[in-house]
């Protein structure tokens, strides 16, 4: 799938809908509170008794920013009292001290993803011993794929924090930039240098990490084509291994941040595709492919590497080269995949600390998928990790006639083929290059829940 996609304007403005990113399936929206620790603890010896057991991926949320950026939909907490760290880290240690236990010992852990809010709102000495502490409830695999990441702002990274980093093992790190035109940045209060941001580029790459992403929006207010394609200039002079190129959804409704922008000063929906053309003209002059959605890499990054060989893999953290994990999260909102299941811990602070207090795990709410889901949600993930379905793989595994089971489905789909966006066989059901920047619409067509009169308000725009 990793060529750079086509760019037809005319068709992503018409198909420029609401839908879910896809991150699983089901989406989150349908989990439901009668699913508790009870039932987590369920999962958990369901999976270990697997007979090839499945090796974990851990991922911690760390809720605090030391500022607002105004187009943030994330969970977090807006604070400047480092003091809120110590007792936050104390309850994620005992949620650990919770969840070890639940699976076998042989059960390595391949991947740990530190991601918020700002991670780097820790010092590296709290992340030191809250590594420690892990690895005190888990088994760190001592392989070379080994995958420990972390989110950081370039802006409060501390110095010596990226040496001490990656002398704990963390090899992969993701770093917002955004835009680096300074009315962009005044617009949604987020104020950062080039300079600081090289500077934990270049510390990554001098302290042993393997990788490092930027994260770039599009249609941000202010934004305009001579700013992006400085900022585009600049970050892919950088060579960062991975670059994620988000489109600003604007839904004040549901994130109350955002209600401190300026609608006026958004780009105009035309304009808007004209940066994304302006980034994917850019990128792919620059040498990066397509990965899947929004996201590029160089050609010898992991990513693109797992793609080609057929082991990329979506979850709640994006795209991962490790498609063998249960997920297991920890913190306020954190999300879990385990076996059959997902479940998600309170989005509110003093819920999650609460439940942790009790001695509980703080599982919220979540669903057990039945084979209907599990059947989907396969599909969707070969659609969004290969811009493909293999037809005759799906039958095989899930011992059905495709075409018997999504009579409906393939109609959805068949309305698409009109307009280039997908190719259909007997064999396959494949995302054309006009069809690669509309994966979640394709992947939309075998959504049980969308069609079912699920609202699709809840999510953000496919461009």
């Known amino acids: 799938m990793n060529a750079i ?11 420029d809908r609401p839908g879910p990113r896809y991150t699983s399936y089901p989406t989150a929206p349908q989990f439901a509170p009668g699913f508790g620790e009870a039932e987590f603890v369920r999962a958990a010896r369901a999976s270990n008794d697997d007979p090839i057991p499945r090796r974990l991926s851990l991922y911690a949320h760390v809720p605090f920013c030391f500022s607002p950026c105004f187009y943030c939909g994330c969970n977090r907490i807006i604070t400047r009292d480092h003091g809120r760290a110590a007792p936050y880290l104390q309850r994620l240690v005992r949620e650990a001290s919770l969840l070890g236990p639940l699976f076998a010992r042989d059960r390595e852990v391949i991947q740990i993803h530190l991601g918020g809010g700002t991670p780097n709102f820790l010092t590296a000495d709290q992340i030191g011993e809250f590594l420690e502490s892990l690895a005190t409830h888990f088994r760190f695999s001592s392989s070379p794929e080994r995958d420990f990441s ?19 093992g963390f090899n992969r790190a993701s770093l917002g930039v955004q835009d680096f035109d300074p009315a962009v940045q005044a617009a949604v209060n987020r104020i950062q240098s080039v300079a600081e941001t090289m500077k934990v580029i270049d510390d990554c790459r001098a302290h042993g990490f393997r990788s490092v992403n930027v994260d770039l929006i599009y249609g941000l207010p202010k934004q305009t084509l001579a700013g992006f394609e400085r900022t ?3 970050v892919t002079a950088a060579r960062p291994d991975r670059l994620a190129i988000y489109g600003y959804a604007h839904m004040p409704q549901l994130f109350r941040p955002q209600k401190q922008i300026d609608e006026a000063q ?16 850019k ?22 590497r797992a793609q080609a060989a057929g082991g990329l893999h979506r979850n709640f953290m994006g795209y991962t080269t490790h498609a063998d994990c249960d997920l297991v999260g920890m913190g306020v909102s954190a999300i879990s995949h385990v076996a059959e299941t997902f479940s998600q811990n309170p989005r509110d602070l003093p819920a999650w600390e609460i439940a942790i207090d009790a001695g509980r795990l703080p599982t919220w709410r979540g669903m057990q998928l039945d084979a209907d889901d599990v059947l989907r949600g396969d599909i969707i993930q ?7 379905i293999d037809i005759a ?3 095989r595994r899930h011992d059905i006639d495709f075409a018997a089971t999504f009579p409906a489905e393939l109609d959805r789909v068949r309305a698409l083929v009109a307009d280039g966006l997908v190719e259909v066989t007997p064999e396959a059901i494949t995302a054309t290059s006009r069809g690669r920047l509309l994966l979640r619409i394709i992947a939309a067509c075998f959504d049980r829940y969308l069609h079912q009169g699920e609202s699709a308000g809840r999510y953000s725009k496919a461009i």
């Open 382 to 388: 070969q659609l969004m990790c290969s811009a493909r």
């Open 283 to 304: 990128l792919g002059a620059a040498g990066y492919v397509h990965i899947g959605m929004d996201h590029f890499a160089l050609p010898e990054d992991d990513l693109a």
């Open 232 to 234: 585009l200039d600049i």
């Open 150 to 168: 972390i989110e950081l702002d370039p802006r409060f990274v501390a110095d010596g924090a990226v040496a001490a980093l990656g002398f704990m």
């Open 5 to 15: 996609p086509s760019f037809d304007a005319e068709l992503l403005r018409r198909y």
């Open 393 to 395: 793989d799906v039958e």
């Open 266 to 281: 958004l780009p105009a929906p035309e304009d808007k595709l004209a940066l994304l053309q302006l980034a994917i003209d």
